[in-house]
């Protein structure tokens, strides 16, 4: 998991967050993924719900990226965005009754971090996943088009945090939901529907669309301190999501050249180890399957 370290404090000032958090909240959900699993995409569509109010972005990405302690994470969560005008605002001005999705990228957080971030949620967490080849090269891509790299630090992929974060969920019995991106894709309503339940909110029609929000700024303000000019801009990051209508089906995959792109970065043996573990993971019972999975399951019994 990330090297950061708890501060003594941070445990503290986490559990006065949650008590507040209590008192505002009648639903609050934790959605964590590796990076470019379509996370952001599944934010967006429980943005749809009536239930889910506010939205807080990766309230931990800026102790990883920027070294601040866990003042820069109760600022966050204590300034939501607004899902319907996506304005930033004061805890104190939330209206009771409402529900906050908090996002985060797996790598971003230590061990103490990933059990304070589950525990201020209601609901099982949500793990995003999808081929490991195809969040690597959709974020060689990324990287390439920010500063020219090539290649990115293996953990980054964040593939072994979320391993070890499902782990942990197990060795505590702790519930949480797997959701492959591809299976949304292939059954948008149907996997949704399935997910909804899971995180115990009420049934809603129609959540797997959405008008296009291209002008939204998602990040931080303590994380926008860090970026650059450009990127502040046009965050390559979410443009496509952003500017999206919903979910829609994955265009065709050319694997040969995603493997090269892959072998050209350095990192074919280990995306060979994440596909081992997203392979489990589409093995575990608590992958969500839409309707169309249950019934080919069905077929196949009979």
Request: aromatic share 6%; glycine share 6%; proline share 7%.
């Amino acid at each position: 998991m990330a090297s950061a370290v708890a501060e003594p404090n941070q445990q503290e000032e986490t559990v006065e967050l949650e008590a507040a958090s209590i008192q505002v909240y009648t639903h609050r959900l934790a959605l964590i993924s590796p990076p470019r699993t379509g996370s952001t995409a599944v934010a967006r569509l429980l943005w749809q719900h009536p239930s889910v109010t506010h939205h807080c972005h990766e309230p931990y990405e800026a102790c990883y990226w920027g070294d601040q302690g866990p003042e820069s994470v109760k600022s966050v969560l204590s300034h939501p965005m607004e899902v319907a005008s996506g304005e930033r605002v004061a805890l104190s001005e939330v209206p009771r009754g409402g529900g906050l999705l908090m996002k985060e990228m797996s790598f971003q957080l230590s061990d103490a971090q990933f059990t304070q971030f589950v525990g201020l949620a209601t609901a099982p967490p949500v793990f995003v996943i999808c081929d490991p080849r195809l969040s690597t090269t959709s974020r060689l891509r990324i990287v390439r088009e920010l500063n020219g790299a090539r290649t990115f630090p293996p953990f980054e992929s964040g593939w072994q945090s979320l391993r070890e974060q499902v782990e942990l969920c197990r060795a505590r019995d702790l519930p949480y939901v797997l959701v492959d991106s591809d299976d949304l894709r292939a059954d948008p309503a149907g996997v949704t529907a399935a997910l909804i339940a899971a995180i115990g909110l009420p049934s809603v029609d129609g959540l797997e669309n959405w008008s296009p929000r291209p002008g939204l700024r998602l990040v931080s303000p303590e994380v926008g301190a860090l970026m650059s000019d450009a990127r502040k801009e046009d965050d390559p990051f979410y443009r496509k999501v952003l500017g999206s209508s919903g979910i829609q089906p994955r265009g065709e995959v050319r694997w040969e050249r995603e493997e090269a792109a892959i072998a050209a970065a350095g990192l074919t043996d280990d995306v060979a180890k994440w596909r081992h573990w997203y392979e489990e993971m589409r093995a575990d019972p608590a992958l969500i399957t839409g309707r169309r999975a249950q019934r080919e399951s069905n077929a196949d019994a009979r």
